[in-house]
C-alpha cells in the first residue's frame, strides 16, 4: 500500500520542525565548550550513541563493508556535509537568529535540491525543471528577502 502523499510532506515537516531546536541547541553547546567545533564533535556523538540501541533493539544486520568499495565515491559526502550544515548552524544561528538562519538554509536547500532533481545526482531519477518548480524556488528566495529585508538593507546602508 503507497503511503499517501500528504502524509509523507506532513511526515517532512514534522522533520524539519526539530532543525532549529537541534541548531539552537549545538549553539548553546559550542557556546558552553569554548568553540563551535566542540559543539560539532557533541552532537556527533549524541547522534552516535542515540542510534547504537536502536540499531539493537530493530535487530538490523550489521553492514557489508566490502559493498563500499563497489559505491561512488560521492556516497562519502554525508558525514561530510552533516559536519558542514552542523557547524554552519552553531555559528551562524546566534547571529542570524532561529528565522533568519532556517529561511537561509531552506533557499540554500531548494536551490541546491532543484539542481539534483534536474540532473539527477545523488543516484535520484532526473526530475527536469519546470515553471512550477522555478516559482517554488522565486517563492522561496522571496520570502528569504522578505524575513532577512531589514537586516539586509539596514547592513547595507552603513
Keep these: 500500500m503507497q503511503t499517501p502523499s500528504l502524509l509523507l510532506l506532513l511526515g517532512a515537516i514534522i522533520t524539519g520542525t526539530v532543525v532549529p531546536f537541534q541548531a539552537g541547541a549545538n549553539a548553546a ?30 535487530r538490523v544486520k550489521a553492514p557489508a563493508l566490502g559493498q563500499l568499495a ?14 558542514l550544515y552542523i557547524t554552519g ?21 531548494m536551490l541546491a535540491s532543484v539542481l539534483i532533481d534536474h540532473f539527477g545526482l545523488v543516484g535520484l531519477a532526473a526530475r527536469p525543471v519546470d515553471i512550477h518548480r522555478l516559482a517554488g524556488l522565486a517563492l522561496v528566495m522571496a520570502g528569504l528577502l522578505v524575513m532577512q529585508g531589514q537586516a539586509l538593507w539596514s547592513r547595507a546602508a552603513t
Excluded at 555559528?91 to 542570524?96: A, I, S
Design 29 to 58: 553547546m559550542g557556546r558552553a565548550l569554548g568553540h563551535p567545533l566542540w559543539g560539532s564533535v557533541v552532537s556527533l556523538c549524541v547522534s552516535l550513541i542515540c542510534i547504537a540501541p536502536i540499531l539493537a533493539v530493530a
Design 70 to 83: 563497489h559505491t561512488p565515491p560521492w556516497v562519502w559526502i554525508g558525514g561530510m556535509v552533516g559536519l
Design 89 to 109: 548552524a552553531l555559528m551562524l544561528m546566534p547571529r542570524l537568529g532561529a528565522a533568519g538562519f532556517i529561511v537561509a538554509a531552506l533557499a540554500g536547500q
